[in-house]
């Protein structure tokens, strides 16, 4: 599943980059759509009659800037900095969070200067140790869809082998790997994949590869040596749920548990559970974006919850979440015993 955008923009300042000159003139030799915008922040050339019209060009749109920020943002507790290569993602997943916080418009950004980051990267690395620093690639972002672009996120890889002291993890929904598989890695990248059962794939996860494909890349991944991880998330509430996860689970043991390369065990497996939680700003966007959907979003079935940067999330009743960990752990115990649970949300 190919990301080509309908139509991309750039900033100035991203021609005095060699990756920047490339990406310009190659969109222009395959016909795309190319035009300057003043700021990668601040893109007004994407038009539409409706939030909807809005959302989905965005969605088809890419901008190609400099990110001139000299400061990471922290990303706890899963790592200690965000490591931003990209914004955005062209998959239109209904309950995405990113769709709220990137506003009306969630185009697609790159950032030609991958060198000055991973620069800022290295700063941040020394004056932690002899601490092991960890970023996370994808807090705003799936990277992977526009790997084929940048190459920044192989680069990145790369440049994480390198660093004893230094650690790399992302998460994608999507399975071009293929670029990555030779990177030298040496164990310092945690290359995880989001998942959800088949029914919850077909009905949000809009513009995504299926869970069996996104399994298949991730035993390739597997294959070439990497620490392995899946975010089994948003976890939902609906009829016939268990049978529907325990399919998701069924299928993960049947691809993944055989032995794939000495490189590679399941000892090396990473689980993290997210269950499903909205804002009162989310749903108000979701409901504009999505006006026909089936998202579970009434107030009145959920528990309200402050969350720890001062606003609150509607989250499922204490009982029912304790349903959902119960199960998921039973899953987890019978068919991927040796994979290590990161946390249950």
């Known amino acids: 599943m190919t990301f080509t955008p309908h139509q991309v923009f750039y900033e100035p300042q991203a021609l005095d980059y060699p990756l920047g000159r490339n990406l310009v003139d190659y969109f222009r030799q395959i016909n795309i759509p190319v035009q300057a915008t003043t700021s990668h922040n601040r893109v007004t050339g994407i038009t539409g009659k409706t939030p909807v019209e809005l959302y989905q060009k965005a969605k088809k749109t890419l901008v190609i800037g400099v ?3 000299k400061t990471f943002q922290t990303c706890k507790p899963s790592a200690h900095y965000q490591l931003p290569l990209a914004t955005s993602c062209p998959g239109m997943c209904e309950y995405c969070y990113l769709a709220t916080t990137l506003g009306p418009k969630p185009y697609v950004r790159i950032y030609v200067n991958i060198n000055e980051i991973l620069e800022l990267t290295q700063d941040i690395i020394k004056k932690r140790l002899p601490e092991i620093t960890v970023f996370e690639g994808a807090a705003t972002s799936d990277p992977l869809p526009v790997e084929k672009y940048t190459g920044s996120l192989k ?3 790369n440049f994480f082998g390198k660093q004893p002291q230094g650690r790399f993890r992302f998460v994608t929904k999507f399975t071009e790997v293929e670029n990555l598989l030779d990177a030298n ?9 989001s998942l959800n059962c088949e ?4 009905k949000f996860e809009h513009g995504t590869p299926s869970a069996k494909e996104r399994i298949l890349a991730a035993k ?7 620490p392995l991880g899946f975010i089994i998330a948003p976890l939902f509430k609906f009829e016939n749920w268990q049978e529907e996860y325990t399919k998701l689970f069924i299928l993960l043991e049947k691809l993944l ?6 490189n590679w065990s399941p000892k090396k497996l990473s689980l993290e559970f997210i269950t499903h ?4 700003r989310a749903k108000s966007h979701i409901l504009k974006v999505f006006p026909q959907t089936k998202l579970p979003l009434e107030e009145s079935k959920r528990k309200y919850k402050y969350g720890q940067f001062g606003y609150g999330k509607y989250i499922y009743p204490s009982e029912e979440m304790k349903e959902l960990k119960t199960f998921l752990l039973q899953l ?6 040796t994979a290590e649970i990161k946390y249950f949300v």
């Open 199 to 202: 029914e919850i794939i077909k």
């Open 185 to 193: 890695h040496h164990g310092h990248t945690r290359f995880r994949f």
């Open 155 to 157: 680069k990145t890889i």
């Open 220 to 226: 390739k991944v597997g294959q070439a040596g990497y």
């Open 257 to 262: 548990t055989p032995t794939i390369s000495e």
């Open 277 to 280: 939680r909205f804002t009162p």
């Open 332 to 337: 987890t115990d019978k068919y991927l015993p």
């Open 67 to 69: 990110r001139h920020s």
